[in-house]
């Protein structure tokens, strides 16, 4: 064989070995990042996960476990109830504004970021361009809300 197709062949399967480490290394960090994200819905995730902050001791593990187990099943509940009344919520105002608006708004109201991508990867502090900003107000330096109506302040 000519020196040329040498040089060929060895740059090709260079290629072809660098796709497949390539391929299965991206296989691995997926299927990790994808067990990862299932485990977040999963009750025993938050309780694992409080349980790793607290490091109780070998006689409080078991108390312990079974509190934080008990409670994680109820925040489950209730972060599904909440996420249906959401869900109705959403339907229900876009049910409300469909008959007032334009298609050309409706249009704009589509294609809006949803709330996950619009604030995805955000810090407090940090602007929508992801360059930092000030620093969130804290609880006394916000502004008062407005009254209800019908009530006065003094």
Known sequence: MKIET???VIIML????????GALITGTVVRHRVR???????????ADRI????????SQRDTVHQILIEHAQQFHEIHGRFEIQLL?????LKKDLDPIL????????????KPSEHFRDRRPG???DGRPGAPPPTGEERPPLPPPPG???P
Do not use: C, W
């Open 6 to 8: 040498k040089t060929y």
């Open 14 to 21: 260079t290629l072809v070995i660098g796709m497949i480490i």
């Open 36 to 46: 990862r994200f299932m485990s977040l819905g999963h009750p025993n995730h938050l």
């Open 51 to 58: 349980e790793n902050i607290i490091e109780p001791t070998a």
């Open 88 to 92: 109705a919520l959403k339907d229900s």
């Open 102 to 113: 334009t298609e050309e708004q409706k249009e704009r109201l589509e294609r809006a970021p």
């Open 126 to 128: 940090q602007r929508k």
């Open 151 to 153: 009530e006065d302040r």
